[in-house]
């Protein structure tokens, strides 16, 4: 089974920036989407970003022009670009992917945005 592993979080203030990693225990990257989701204190669960197997991104709109997905295969890594931060990003995020029909999730990386 494959297992993730996301690094990077911390405290920022609004404005600011942070690059999130996702560590793969094997090369998965490149066969398989790979996802960002964050979990806000008293929501659900969202996705905000998508990295395909061929390295096409999408976002959700909260995010859009301000995260930019990436990945290094070669390192079995999928990246997170979090750039103009604002409060409302405050959450857990969570690298994710689909192994074997089985979901697969990291522990997660907290990130805190104060204004």
């Known amino acids: 089974q494959v297992q993730l592993v996301e690094s990077g979080g911390g405290v920022v203030q609004a404005g600011g920036s942070l690059r999130l990693s996702c560590v793969a225990s094997?090369?998965?990257?490149?066969?398989?989407?790979m996802y960002w989701y964050r979990q806000a204190p008293g929501q659900r669960r969202e996705l905000v970003a998508t990295?395909?197997?061929?390295?096409?991104?999408s976002y959700s709109d909260s995010v859009k022009g301000r995260f930019t997905g990436s990945k290094d295969n070669a390192k079995y890594t999928a990246y997170l670009q979090m750039n103009d931060l604002k409060p409302e990003d405050t959450g857990v995020y969570y690298c994710?992917?689909?192994?074997?029909?089985?979901?697969?999730w990291g522990q997660g990386t907290q990130v805190t945005v104060s204004s």
């Open positions: 990295i395909t197997a061929t390295g096409r991104t």
């Open positions: 994710n992917c689909c192994v074997g029909g089985s979901q697969v």
């Open positions: 094997r090369n998965i990257t490149s066969t398989r989407n």
